[in-house]
């Protein structure tokens, strides 16, 4: 997996959702980051220190593709607007849903 800046990652993401589009899907997951990136210690060791700031793991995969960027607590705001706007922009070929009126509900009103 690829840890990229924020910028890159949603530059990345952007040509990922252009490439789904066409035969495939992708999924984003974020998640609450600590900094640690081993394990827990076994019993008996002493135990990894606690952060003083959490920051949020966001990831991005496609069928060939992964991609990963750390955001800063304080970075979060302008981070999930930018984010906001790729998706809004890589989401407008979705079909429309037709309602299907229950023959009851339509016999009634």
Do not use: W
Not at 45 to 58: F, V
Not at 60 to 82: C, G, N, Q, W
């Amino acid at each position: 997996m690829v840890l990229l800046t924020n910028e890159e990652f949603l530059s990345q993401l952007t040509l990922l959702a252009q490439s789904a589009r066409k035969d495939s899907s992708f999924t984003v997951t974020i998640k609450r980051y600590d900094g640690h990136d081993r394990p827990k210690p076994r019993e008996g060791k002493p135990p990894l220190p606690t952060p003083a700031e959490y920051s949020c793991l966001i990831r991005a995969k496609s069928r060939s593709k992964k991609l990963s960027t750390v955001v800063k607590r304080d970075e979060v705001a302008k981070f999930m607007e930018s984010y906001a706007k790729v998706l809004k922009s890589s989401m407008d070929g979705l079909k429309k849903v037709k309602k299907v009126k229950n023959k009851a509900k339509a016999a009634q009103g």
